[in-house]
């Protein structure tokens, strides 16, 4: 799932936050 999340902040750094957001 790392994967996905990098390519997510890549294409949208916004959507890449929210991600990280989750993560947390």
Do not use: D, E, Y
């Amino acid at each position: 799932m790392g994967a996905i999340t990098v390519t997510a902040l890549k294409r949208s750094p916004q959507s890449g936050h929210a991600l990280k957001h989750t993560s947390q």
